[in-house]
């Protein structure tokens, strides 16, 4: 597989979510994740993606073990944004607010590190903005890390603009993560053009619409108890209903050309710029070698300006009001 850089951090051009091995998207099988982690290298995907938040704490737990023995050929990424001073793993009640103080950004990598088992990390987000705290107070902390070496590249996720700025003149951001897909191009407006203008990678999560762009499930009823899209507004009601319109255009034309809707809609993002890395979340080996074969997917111009031209409007937020409150800080 290739490689794309995210500012000077080489990783390959697709990455893997891990965070549904865990958390959020039901059951979880930690034996069929941890082959799917190392599944993964086999196939040239050396770049992993985790997050304090997700289980909480037990998915970073995972990735430490897929990876032993073997830690130097995966590029791992976390993040941290809420305390967890008091969580226990697996209950997402017990996690507290989002801390972007300077004592909250030492604490949290050593909670990482050791979950990880490891002694550095290679990117180390802010999952969310706080408000409450000067993004040069929080950036200012993680440039630190960098010079102790625990960190050797510093991230932000679902940053505004502004705060891209303020953030890249404290220190230099390697990387920023937001969602971006076929359904989310909110990005394009202001986001992208700032990364690029500062040389600032952009990692594009859920690049399938959290499964929905792959066709793998048409209604909430499909999912398991505990899945949180049961109750997202994208995938409920008079939302669906349209949704349902924009996945069937995406199966067209995958059907046409030859491909899975997921590799069409990983191939689009990965088509958007050699700036941009997908990381499309999965926690079984049959679907990461589907995704994977979307780096072997190619989209002539033709074939863009037709989903460009073709493909039906969103319909509805991408989280609830909650959610949408905390990005694009």
């Known amino acids: ?82 305390r967890m001073d008091k969580a226990t793993p697996g209950d997402m009640p017990t996690v507290g ?60 996720s679902e940053a505004g603009p502004d705060t891209i700025r303020r953030a890249h003149a404290v ?53 398991e108890e505990g899945d949180f899209r049961r109750q997202g507004p994208r995938f409920t009601g008079e939302n669906l209903d349209a949704n349902l319109k924009l996945a069937a255009k995406i199966a067209e034309i995958a059907e046409e050309k030859g491909v899975t809707p997921a590799q069409l809609a990983i191939a689009w993002v990965l088509a958007q710029g050699e700036d941009i890395v997908p990381i499309p979340g999965t926690k079984r080996r049959t679907y990461l070698e589907q995704n994977a074969g979307a780096a072997d997917v190619e989209l002539a111009p033709a074939d863009l300006e037709r989903i460009e031209a073709e493909l039906p409007p969103v319909a509805g937020a991408r989280y609830d009001e909650a959610g949408m409150a905390g990005v694009n800080l």
């Open 97 to 156: 607010a989002v801390d972007g103080s300077a004592e909250h950004v030492r604490s949290s990598i050593e909670g990482s590190l050791k979950r990880l088992g490891t002694d550095y990390v290679d990117l180390f987000y802010q999952h969310r903005v706080d408000p409450n705290v000067p993004i040069e107070e929080t950036v200012g902390a993680m440039g630190e890390l960098v010079k102790q070496g625990k960190v050797r590249h510093i991230g932000l």
């Open 171 to 223: 220190h230099p951001i390697t990387a920023l993560q937001t969602e971006y897909s076929m359904w989310s191009r909110d990005p394009e407006t202001e986001i992208l053009p700032t990364c690029r203008e500062l040389g600032i990678g952009f990692v594009a999560y859920s690049p399938l619409g959290r499964g929905f762009l792959s066709g793998r499930f048409t209604s909430p009823d499909q999912l």
């Open 1 to 82: 597989m290739k490689t794309r850089k995210l500012g000077s951090l080489e990783v390959s051009e697709l990455g893997l979510g891990c965070m549904g091995m865990s958390a959020f998207y039901g059951a979880s099988d930690e034996d069929e994740a941890v082959a799917t982690i190392q599944r993964a290298l086999e196939l040239g995907i050396n770049f992993l993606d985790t997050a304090q938040l997700y289980g909480p704490l037990t998915n970073e737990e995972l990735v430490g073990r897929a990876v032993k023995g073997r830690r130097e050929e995966y590029v791992i990424a976390t993040k941290f944004a809420r």
